[in-house]
Nanobody, 127 residues
Framework: QRELVESGGGSVESGGSLTLSCTTS????????ISWFRQAQGKEREGVAS????????YYSTPVKGRFAISQDYAKNTVYLQMNSLKPEDSAMYYC????????????????????WGEGTLVTISS
């Protein structure tokens, strides 16, 4: 049984929008964080955005700040990533991941520190 399930990927034109969803009943806890990472072909995986479930505090990487928004619906066990003004360089496999009881939000942007991962959803942006 998959513990984190991503959905919402697809292909859109540059400037378009997509909303990704990450559903997890197991890790949707107020002491946990949920993060989105992405990996483009031939590149290393990078953190995109994180949210601490307990207080809604968020983190964004520089390339997506101002364009992406992470949010949660606790009742639906789901974390969303709203992606606007998409660029071809945003094309990647997007993964959600969970960290149990982080000491701080900064720990949620490090892929080495995450406790569980989804299988990913592919986002393709055409120019």
């Amino acid at each position: 049984q998959r513990e984190l399930v991503e959905s919402g990927g697809g292909s859109v034109e540059s400037g378009g929008s997509l909303t990704l969803s990450c559903t997890t009943s197991q890790y949707m806890r107020r002491t946990n964080c949920i993060s989105w990472f992405r990996q483009a072909q031939g590149k290393e995986r990078e953190g995109v955005a994180s949210i601490y479930i307990g207080d809604d505090s968020t983190y964004y990487s520089t390339p997506v700040k101002g364009r992406f928004a992470i949010s949660q619906d606790y009742a639906k066990n789901t974390v969303y990533l709203q992606m606007n003004s998409l660029k071809p360089e945003d094309s990647a496999m997007y993964y959600c991941a969970a960290r149990i009881d982080p000491a701080g939000l900064e720990e949620c942007s490090l892929d080495s520190g995450m406790d569980s991962w989804g299988e990913g959803t592919l986002v393709t942006i055409s120019s």
